[in-house]
């Protein structure tokens, strides 16, 4: 379900994307990504208000994203995990809120990546 007010990227269709880090033979670290799961989720970019609130807390956040709470996306984090939709990408920021506290919903609060 999407929320009212949000739209859906024309095919409907987000991508979950996960890091794997690792250390290499060389002292440094690996950053694979792979693709964890697609889901339907509603954007919303912040409006003004929102986006100067979340500076006023040091954060950079230009988009709202919403989509059904289930046991993969309960456990995305923005250290671990970005999405694609289309060709725009999205850096979550934190983890996201259950916001009715009855796990039908989560959202994320993210930056556009440029």
Known sequence: MIPSGQLKHPDGILTIV??????????GFSD????LTTRN??????SAEEVLEAKQIGEQ?????TMRYDSVTST???????????????????????????????????????
Not at 76 to 95: C, D, Q
Request: net charge positive.
């Open 41 to 46: 989720a509603g954007i919303r970019p912040m």
């Open 32 to 35: 694979t990504q792979s693709t």
């Open 61 to 65: 956040v230009t988009h709202t994203i």
């Open 76 to 114: 995305v984090t923005g250290k671990n995990h970005h999405f694609v939709l289309g060709s725009r990408t999205f850096e979550i920021v934190g983890s996201g809120m259950d916001t009715d506290e009855r796990h039908r919903q989560i959202e994320f609060k993210c930056r556009e990546r440029k």
């Open 18 to 27: 996960k890091h794997t880090y690792a250390d290499t033979d060389n002292g």
